[in-house]
């Protein structure tokens, strides 16, 4: 986080391989788990169930252990329905266990791929959601771009992430209420997210270009609905 005053650091990409192996996936999973439970997963949910994604088929880009997709589903219609979709086997072994323990197994179902190459039809969901993930991604583009191909035209989307100006206040309160052994793993994420201006030179010039990007208190959220042809 250091950087000269007035000035964002530049951006360090963090590797777009996602958290592998059982032992991240579960200590990211309690880390994911501790947020949810103090009430700090609620605002992300909202900002989905605003935009007017509260029914239909909804896939979520980099799921991890599943817990926005979940809260999600439990406050959406009960014809809902969600599809995950993460880079890791274990991390959606994880977010099976936690449908499990939702009670929706049946309104859910998780793949394992790349946001890169969705291994979906065109037009088949009709939402898109994600969080935390972007920054992840080798080229956002290429991926922003696959969610609105395999979006229904009408389709909303609501991607949020850090964001790489976040205030000291914040950033140290988010630190402080992360376990010291992932601490370093968010810092680097922080590192490699974007800032609003970074996120809108990204969509410009395509078809994701009317896109609403919003800055809030620990990051960015990308809105906007897929037009008819």
Not at 168 to 184: E, V
Request: charged share 25%; glycine share 8%.
């Amino acid at each position: 986080m250091a950087r000269a005053r007035g000035t964002v650091a530049a951006r360090v990409p963090e590797t777009d391989e996602g958290l592998q192996g059982d032992e991240l996936a579960f200590k990211y999973d309690e880390m994911q788990r501790h947020i949810r439970d103090n009430g700090w997963l609620q605002e992300k949910v909202d900002d989905i169930l605003k935009s007017g994604i509260n029914s239909g088929e909804v896939l979520e880009l980099g799921c991890g252990p599943g817990y926005l997709g979940l809260e999600w589903l439990a406050q959406a219609d009960a014809s809902a329905r969600l599809v995950g979709l993460d880079i890791s086997p274990a991390m959606l072994r994880r977010a099976s266990a936690n449908a499990d323990e939702y009670g929706v197994t049946a309104r859910c179902v998780y793949a394992c791929g790349t946001v890169l190459a969705l291994p979906f039809e065109d037009g088949r969901f009709d939402h898109v959601i994600s969080a935390s993930s972007l920054h992840e991604w080798a080229d956002p583009v290429t991926a922003l771009l696959e969610m609105h191909r395999v979006l229904k035209p009408g389709g909303r989307y609501v991607i949020s992430d850090l964001r790489r100006d976040v205030d000291r206040t914040t950033f140290q309160f988010m630190k402080a209420n992360i376990a010291a052994d992932m601490r370093p793993g968010f810092r680097t994420s922080i590192q490699s997210s974007y800032t609003k201006s970074e996120i809108e030179e990204l969509l410009h010039g395509t078809v994701l270009a009317t896109a609403v990007v919003t800055q809030v208190q620990m990051g960015n959220v990308i809105t906007g609905r897929k037009d008819a042809p």
